[in-house]
């Protein structure tokens, strides 16, 4: 029976600035045709690549599913939330209905809690580092009534993934999650997927374990409960460029990993793979 890989998730999934490797750079006597070619694959399978931007041929998922024979989705996105995964999956469901008579095998490759998505009638939304300012408001306000509250980023992103696990579950597809290259912290008062779906600890990532190094230190974005400390503004990064992990797997990149990066992911996501 084939088996299907989809995987989803933000800017590190579908392999942003991958472009500026010198073995995948355009040449400046022209476009590298066969490079560029074998880097992009059929929209079909990467909806939501950008051309020339995006390597979603070189990405550690692709790697991972290369050496299980699996036939390699990407929904990837940069900037993406969780919801936007959730919105790409019920996608797929219904675009591909014969599809579902396969092995099927979900991926979750976690994003920043303050990022939502929605929906329009002409357009798709993001909102990058913007959570509902009432849901802020009405945070406060039962904090001054002495009530316990937990983060709106929290419910939201429990919820969310609870329902994508519900989706798979009533598809007979497999689910999986990790944290891509952050923490990430869950409401457990409504968690209802189950601790042998994390691919990894809900408080480590996959770049954290590939490295050893945590990827916030990196950027020196202040992380509290596995959320941004201040996640209702926007954040302003500054790269450590002389941090020896970042030369060593982010460079020349600058957010995101590099081709010997995404290979250590890979195989690392192999082993806790078969590991579980």
């Known amino acids: 029976m084939k088996t299907n890989h989809l995987f989803f998730g933000d800017s590190w999934v579908i392999g942003s600035e991958l472009y500026k490797e010198e073995t995948l750079r355009r040449p400046k006597n022209g476009r590298n045709v066969e490079t560029f070619a074998s ?55 219904q675009q591909y209905p014969a599809e579902l008579v396969h092995n099927n095998i979900v991926f979750l490759g976690t994003t920043a809690q303050s990022r939502d998505y929605a929906r329009t009638d002409e357009d798709h939304c993001h909102y990058h580092q913007n959570i509902n300012r009432h849901a802020e408001n009405h945070k406060v306000y039962f904090k001054n009534k002495l009530k316990p509250v937990y983060p709106f980023s929290e419910y939201e992103t429990t ?30 008062e409504i968690n209802l997927v189950p601790d042998e779906c994390w691919l990894t600890e809900k408080t480590n990532a996959l770049f954290d374990l590939t490295t050893g190094t945590n990827f916030v230190d990196i950027l020196g974005m202040p992380v509290t409960k596995g959320t941004t400390e201040n996640e209702y503004e926007s954040i302003e990064f500054v790269v450590d460029k002389s941090h020896p992990a970042h030369k060593e797997y982010i460079h020349p990149c600058q957010f995101h990993p590099n081709l010997h990066c995404h290979e250590q992911m890979a195989n690392k996501l192999l082993e806790i793979f078969n590991a579980s």
């Open 159 to 188: 919820k969310t993934i609870n329902e994508m696990y519900l989706l798979c579950k009533t598809h007979n597809i497999k689910f999986y999650i990790f944290n891509v290259w952050g923490p990430i912290h869950i409401n457990e």
């Open 39 to 93: 880097a992009f694959l059929s929209l079909k399978y990467v909806p939501n690549a950008t051309f020339g931007y995006n390597m979603p041929n070189f990405v550690f998922g692709r790697k991972f599913s290369d050496m299980l024979n699996a036939k390699h989705w990407n929904f990837g996105f940069s900037g993406g939330s969780i919801s936007f995964s959730l919105y790409n999956l019920y996608e797929w469901i």
